[in-house]
């Protein structure tokens, strides 16, 4: 995914959430009963809910798909530097083995 379309999706959604706090506080100020304005609300949040399922499903969509991919990168990672770790601690016996030489040959 392009930097362009991650841009796109962010400024969508922000304006969607800018869009439904607007008309959550506009219903909540009007004067009206709370049961009024409890089914307002109610209507208003289903409302937008169908109006903008599919735009809603595509950002959770890609944001699975931005978590996964940072999922594999970590793991790649905490690979690799495993297996430096491991690497270290072989060539550290392998010098120590270097180094103390026993022959048990002698008599």
């Known amino acids: 995914m392009c930097e362009k379309d991650k841009t796109s999706i962010g400024f969508g959604v922000g304006l969607l959430l800018g869009v439904i706090g607007g008309i959550v506080a506009g219903v909540l100020y009007a004067p009206k009963s709370g049961e009024e304005m409890r089914e307002k ?16 499903k595509e950002a959770k ?31 550290k016996a392998k010098e120590l083995e270097s180094e103390s030489n026993f022959n048990f040959d002698h008599d």
């Open 61 to 91: 969509k890609q944001a699975k798909e931005s978590i996964d991919l940072l999922k594999y990168k970590l793991e790649k990672q905490y690979k690799k530097i495993g297996s430096m770790l491991k690497s270290k601690k072989m060539r």
């Open 41 to 56: 609300v109610k209507d208003t949040v289903c409302d937008l809910a169908e109006k903008y399922s599919p735009e809603v």
